[in-house]
């Protein structure tokens, strides 16, 4: 089963961009890993931000985009708000496995 | 507005069984696959089970395959986990996720209900 990495820690400044990486110990993250995006706040349930791989939901800001980025699932945040600080998590589907990031604690700073 | 409430949470002794109950609104519950992930408090997230619109299929992560069971009941608006057999490991904040008509996906999460397994 794949063991995904995420970067324990990033820090942006407000208006700036940012980009959270999502890699896989079993190799490239492809389109075929369906990757998701989730977003979650201190005493708050996650919500997802971005379903396989870049398309975004209804409620999810503009401002976040993901990709495919150097074999990983990227998610870049281009003008942060003071909003967006939060634990930000990656998921793939990995043969049919579904498999989480460890997160990425985000602040905006 | 779509809504999934969590409940049935609560102090459970190991080897023993509780039910959790996710309400939901705002929505036809037959038309989604669901799922329970859960969190352990400061840690990250792990995927339980999913089910099927109509129930015929289940799927869950090893270490509760066998001990828990997904289930569900359309009429009532209502997804359940039953939970047999718990161990300290599972004490965690379980969330009802709704997927999509197509896939057991994670598209609306619900709130949260805790679990504590202890003696």
């Known amino acids: 089963q794949a063991v995904l990495t995420q970067e324990p820690s990033l820090t942006v400044s407000p208006g700036g961009t940012v980009t959270l990486t999502c890699g896989s110990s079993t190799g490239a993250v492809t389109t075929g890993h369906y990757s998701y995006w989730f977003q979650q706040k201190p005493g708050q349930a996650p919500t997802t931000l971005i379903y396989?791989?870049?398309n975004r939901h209804s409620w999810t800001p503009a401002r976040f985009s993901g990709s495919l980025l150097g074999g990983k699932a990227a998610l870049t945040l281009s003008g942060a708000q003071p909003e967006d600080e939060a634990e930000y998590y990656c998921?793939?589907?990995?043969?049919?496995?579904?498999?989480f990031g460890g997160g990425t604690k985000l602040t905006v700073l | 507005e779509v809504q999934l409430v969590g409940s049935g949470g609560g102090l459970v002794q190991p080897g023993g069984s509780l039910r959790l109950s996710c309400a939901t609104s705002g929505f036809t519950l037959s038309i989604y696959w669901m799922s329970w992930v859960r969190q352990i408090p400061g840690k990250g997230l792990e995927w339980v089970a999913n089910?099927?619109?109509?129930?015929?299929?289940?799927d869950y992560v090893d270490s509760v395959r066998g001990r828990f069971t997904i289930s569900r009941d359309n009429s009532k608006n209502s997804l359940y986990l039953q939970m047999d057999s718990v161990r300290v490991e599972d004490t965690a904040v379980y969330y009802c996720v709704r997927g999509s008509s197509v896939a057991a996906n994670f598209d609306i999460w619900g709130q949260g209900t805790m679990v504590t397994v202890s003696s």
């Open positions: 089910i099927k619109q109509d129930g015929s299929e289940k």
């Open positions: 396989d791989t870049s």
């Open positions: 998921l793939i589907y990995d043969s049919g496995v579904r498999v």
